[in-house]
């Protein structure tokens, strides 16, 4: 069986894996001239279901917590377990509070336990959440990483394709192309997200930091020589044009509040992705003009491509299902028993 | 019947739109609610206005009025701009205008606002000005051609509910021909209902449905406690005194000793 795979970010190299460890052949294409130069490249990178339950419904804590285990057996060394760590600033306690009756899998922590884990907060905040079972990883690297050892599964990566090339001699299409499916896809809309990279020696965190406040929530994801991911704006737009003014001196504005040391910090780095999301802000997989749809991410990329992978590989190696199927919609009543497709 | 620049409502409930779970929920939410009127930012949900056009369908398919806002805008001339925008994309001359005097409390600058709304009442608009419960400010806005007000409670998403009662009082009794809206620092469902109870025309929600856990129970527990504190209002309410007063008459009951 041949499979082509159209788009290589996250849900494209994440399909591809499944299928090519079946021993299914595969082909991706993408329009771009190297992987993930869609959202996936602005990503967290955070493996924080238990988190993200805060606002999304169960379905993504549920499909969301296997994602560390797929992407570690993926890509052992990429993924770093060592939990996520929720602060607030003391006059914003109520949305700490808040934060936790709307999770679980977290232990409060006062300043001794914050001073533990994280010195260089020491003093800055009186009470945190530790939530110790998430992971996060580098998306860059986990999609480089991704590539090279696609390319030793022997699946080929054609860049720089026609947007509407014919493909000929496929028994399967997936289509993982993102917000390019927008106003081609029904339903699917974009929401733009902005992030900078920080770079200053005089912050150590060892795991990813959110920071609630009650109109500008952020997380800083700690990349390693003192390089910190600072993240992300959510806007009902799909305009991917450069981060506005507005949004840039929010992120740097909360980064400050963080730890004063990141104003003196390099900024380095400024991006724009649009994240394709359904109206419920789940990923679905749907069959339509033959071909196969995996999109709707919304801010859950990484998180949950393995899970949707692994369904599309089900599902193109299970005979007799190629009719239209449900999409995944129906799995938010059901979601103990897994991806029906 | 809530008569608001000509248009009759039935709902005492506009619902924002921001900071839903989802467009689902928000969805979901709204139809709970059985609110009329939606309010839509244009700024902060658009990076500029040309885009947002998918979730601006959504809203639009939910079949409501639609209210414009200019959150997020600090200065007049940004407010009459962003108006502008809004009526163009939203094919509406309702505004709901705020201009933010202070980036904490979100407190609108009253100075900036009346010169706004005078500029965009005279440019055709129909301005629902989000005030402060001062009075004066209220008969400026007023002079500038509004003939709605909404005044805040509390600071925008404080969720501490009415603050200053006697100004709220004192507002109702001043201004009892114009409609009045309390806009801002609502948390809890007896907070709308108190509101309603002083006699205000209808309540602006959006923090304490969106993030509240479930929004969608939230907008229907909203929408009972406008109904009931309007009611209440309307039926005449009983001032409290500082004695009790039995139900039925003590002269004439038989007396056992």
Same mark, same amino acid.
């Given at each position: 069986m041949r499979v082509l795979i159209k788009g290589a970010g996250v849900a494209g190299l994440a399909v591809a894996h499944e299928l090519a460890v079946s021993g299914i052949k595969v082909e991706i294409v993408d329009t771009a001239s190297g992987v993930g130069t869609g959202a996936s490249g602005f990503a967290g990178g955070m493996l924080a279901p238990w988190c993200e339950r805060e606002s999304a419904p169960e379905t993504v804590l549920t499909l969301g917590r296997r994602a560390a285990d797929w992407w570690d057996a993926a890509l052992p060394g990429q993924v770093v377990r060592r939990g996520t760590l929720v602060v607030a600033p003391a006059r914003d306690g109520a949305e700490l509070r808040r934060f936790a009756s709307r999770t679980s899998g977290f232990e409060w922590l006062d300043e001794a336990g914050i001073a533990s884990l994280e010195p260089a907060l020491a003093g800055r905040f009186r009470q945190a959440l530790f939530f110790c079972k998430e992971a996060y990883l580098d998306p860059r690297a986990a999609l480089t990483g991704l590539h090279r050892k696609l390319l030793g599964e022997g699946v080929s990566f054609r860049f720089g394709a026609e947007q509407d090339e014919e493909h000929p001699g496929f028994d399967r299409i997936v289509d993982c192309t993102g917000h390019g499916r927008i106003n081609l896809t029904k339903d699917l809309r974009g929401v733009r997200g902005e992030m900078l990279y920080l770079q200053t020696p005089e912050v150590t965190l060892s795991r990813p930091v959110r920071l609630l406040h009650p109109r500008i929530p952020l997380y800083i994801v700690p990349r390693g020589n003192g390089l910190f991911m600072v993240g992300a704006t959510m806007i009902e737009s799909a305009d991917d044009g450069p981060i506005t003014a507005r949004s840039l001196m929010e992120l740097l504005n909360a980064a400050y509040a963080l730890h004063p040391a990141f104003g003196e910090a390099q900024l380095v780095e400024t991006g724009t992705g649009v994240r394709p999301a359904f109206p419920d802000n789940l990923p679905r997989v749907f069959e339509s003009d033959g071909r196969i749809f995996v999109n709707g991410f919304y801010r859950h990329g990484f998180l949950l491509a393995p899970a949707m992978a692994q369904e599309v590989a089900e599902h193109i190696q299970t005979p007799g299902m190629s009719t239209a199927y449900p999409t995944l919609k129906t799995l938010r009543h059901n979601p103990r028993e897994g991806v029906r497709l | 019947m809530l008569e608001l620049y000509e248009t009759n409502v039935s709902s005492r409930l506009l619902l924002g739109t921001a900071r839903y779970p989802s467009p689902t929920i928000l969805a979901d939410a709204a139809r709970a609610s059985k609110t009329e009127i939606l309010t839509v930012s244009l700024r902060r949900e658009t990076a500029g206005g040309k885009q947002g056009g998918a979730f601006f369908e959504m809203i639009r398919d939910l079949?409501?009025?639609? *209210?414009?806002?200019?959150?997020?805008?600090? +200065?007049?001339?940004? @407010?009459?701009?962003?108006? &502008?925008? !809004?009526?163009?994309?939203?094919? +509406?001359?309702?505004?709901? *205008?705020?201009?933010?005097?202070? $980036?904490? +409390? *979100? $407190?609108?600058?009253?100075? !900036?606002?009346? /010169? =706004? =709304?005078?500029? *965009?009442? =005279?440019?055709?608009? /129909?301005?629902?000005?989000?005030? +402060?419960?001062?009075?004066?400010?209220? /008969? &400026?806005?007023? /002079? !500038?051609?509004? &003939?709605?007000?909404?005044?805040?409670? @509390?600071?925008?998403?404080? =969720?501490?509910?009415? $603050?200053n009662i006697p100004a709220l009082r004192s507002m109702r009794a001043h201004f009892p021909d114009i409609p009045l809206i309390v806009d801002a620092g609502l948390g809890r469902p007896s907070h709308a209902a108190l509101v309603m109870e002083l006699g205000f025309d209808a309540v602006l929600l959006n923090t304490a449905v969106a993030n509240a856990g479930d929004p969608v129970r939230m907008a229907g527990a909203f929408a009972k406690a406008i109904e009931a504190g309007h009611s209440g209002y309307q039926a005449g309410l009983l001032e409290p005194r500082d004695m009790a007063v039995p139900s039925t008459p003590v002269i004439g009951k038989a007396v056992f000793s």
């Open positions: - | 079949g409501t009025r639609i *209210l414009p806002n200019t959150a997020g805008c600090h +200065t007049a001339s940004e @407010a009459v701009l962003t108006a &502008r925008m !809004a009526r163009e994309v939203f094919g +509406t001359n309702w505004i709901k *205008l705020e201009v933010i005097g202070h $980036q904490d +409390t *979100l $407190q609108p600058d009253v100075f !900036a606002l009346v /010169e =706004a =709304a005078r500029i *965009l009442s =005279a440019d055709g608009f /129909e301005v629902f000005p989000y005030t +402060t419960d001062d009075l004066v400010v209220g /008969e &400026r806005l007023i /002079e !500038a051609g509004c &003939r709605v007000l909404m005044p805040w409670c @509390a600071p925008i998403g404080s =969720a501490i509910g009415p $603050q």
